[in-house]
C-alpha cells in the first residue's frame, strides 16, 4: 500500500514470533466480534462503514493481525474484514486469522462441528468472504462435544488444508491441555487462542504454561473482559446495553460476579492514576506481562476506541505492580483462577 502523507505514521508496536513456527506479529491484534452486527451472540446495533474504518485505523496504527470468525454475525464480520483490508497484502502487510466449527446454518442455534466436510466447506466460504486465496491462521473456535468426530480426524484435516496451500498455520480456541496433546501428537499447534483477563484468569494455570512448554504461540481473548475492565461500565451502563446484547446474559455482567467485578475496578483505578496509564491500558498490559502471551485481542467498532488501548504493548508492568494487583484480585474476590 503506498502511504498517504495525510495519515499519521504507524506507531512502533512490540512484535513476538506466534511460537515457534508462526509469523512474527505485533502484541495487539484487532478483534472483530462486535462488528458482526445483531446474532444469537452480537453485541447490538454496528454501523459497517464505522467498523471498516475502525479495522484500517487500527493497521494504519501498526497493528499487523486481524482475528474473525464466520459466526461473528452469521458471516457479516469476515465480509466487513475483507473489505477493510482491501489497501492492504493480505498475508504480508496484514495477516488474518479466523476460524471454524460453529455451525450457524439453522440460522436459529448455534451448535459445535467439527466434522472434516464442515471444516472444509466453512474454509472455502471464509476465503470468499475475505477475499483472499489463503487463510494465514485457521482456527478451531470450540471443541466439538454433539457431533462425536475424534479430535484426531478433526485436525487431519487441517493438515490437509496447510499441505492443499489453503491455509499457512493452525491453531484452537478454548481447548483445554488433553485436547492440545492430541493435536499436538498428529500436527505442531501454532497457535492456541484461550479467554484470558484480570476475572477470567484459568488459562495461566495450565494452557498457558503448557504452550510455552511445546513451542506454541498464545493470543488470548476478551483482555478487557468484554469492556468490564475499561471501567465504562457501572450499573447504569450495564441496564442501558441493547436488548439484543449478549452480555446482558454473561454470568460476569450478572449477580453474583458484577458486584465483585466492579469492586476489582474500582480497585485498579488508583492503580492505573499512579501509574499515569488508563484502565483498558492497565488491563492490557497485564495480560501481555504474563510468561507465555504472545498478543492480545482487542476489540473495536470504531476509531477512536482503537485509540484506546493502542498503547498497551508498549506499557510494561513491574514485579510489585504484578504483586499489588494480585493482593486487590485476592481482596475483592473476583473472577476465577
Excluded at 70 to 96: K, N, Q, T
Aim: aromatic share 8%.
Amino acid at each position: 500500500m503506498t502511504p498517504d502523507p495525510k495519515q499519521p505514521r504507524k506507531k512502533a508496536i512490540r512484535k513476538r514470533n506466534l511460537g515457534t513456527e508462526g509469523p512474527q506479529i505485533t502484541a495487539l491484534g484487532l478483534g472483530t466480534w462486535a462488528i458482526g452486527g445483531p446474532y444469537e451472540f452480537g453485541w447490538g446495533p454496528v454501523d459497517d462503514e464505522e467498523s471498516i474504518a475502525a479495522i484500517r485505523h487500527g493497521v494504519e496504527s501498526g497493528i499487523n493481525w486481524v482475528d474473525t470468525a464466520p459466526v461473528y454475525g452469521l458471516g457479516h464480520s469476515e465480509e466487513i474484514v475483507g473489505r477493510a483490508i482491501r489497501p492492504w497484502r493480505a498475508g504480508d502487510e496484514v495477516f488474518l486469522f479466523t476460524k471454524c466449527g460453529r455451525n450457524y446454518y439453522s440460522k436459529s442455534h448455534i451448535s459445535s462441528n467439527l466434522r472434516p466436510e464442515t471444516i472444509r466447506a466453512e474454509c472455502e466460504e471464509s476465503l470468499e468472504r475475505l477475499g483472499v486465496d489463503r487463510i494465514d491462521l485457521l482456527q478451531f473456535h470450540w471443541p466439538d462435544p454433539d457431533t462425536g468426530t475424534p479430535i484426531e480426524d478433526s485436525w487431519g484435516t487441517m493438515v490437509e488444508l496447510i499441505d492443499e496451500g489453503k491455509v499457512r498455520w493452525v491453531g484452537v480456541s478454548n481447548f483445554d491441555v488433553a485436547l492440545l496433546d492430541r493435536c499436538e501428537a498428529i500436527r505442531h499447534i501454532d497457535s492456541v487462542q484461550p479467554p484470558f483477563n484480570l476475572i477470567q484468569r484459568f488459562a495461566r494455570r495450565d494452557v498457558i504454561p503448557w504452550c510455552r512448554e511445546h513451542g506454541t504461540g498464545v493470543i488470548v481473548y476478551a483482555p478487557m473482559a468484554s469492556g468490564l475492565l475499561t471501567g465504562k461500565y457501572d450499573r447504569e451502563a450495564i441496564d442501558n446495553l441493547a436488548p439484543d446484547d449478549w452480555r446482558r446474559r454473561s454470568a460476569n455482567f450478572t449477580e453474583p460476579a458484577l458486584s465483585r467485578n466492579l469492586r476489582l475496578v474500582e480497585a485498579l483505578r488508583p492503580v492505573g492514576q499512579r501509574l499515569g496509564t488508563t484502565l483498558p491500558l492497565l488491563a492490557i498490559a497485564w495480560t501481555l506481562s504474563t510468561p507465555g502471551v504472545t498478543g492480545a485481542i482487542a476489540g473495536a467498532r470504531r476509531a477512536d476506541q482503537v485509540n484506546g488501548w493502542i498503547g498497551a504493548s508498549e506499557f510494561a508492568l513491574d514485579q510489585d505492580t504484578l504483586e499489588e494487583i494480585e493482593s486487590l484480585i485476592a481482596d475483592v474476590g473476583a473472577g476465577q483462577g
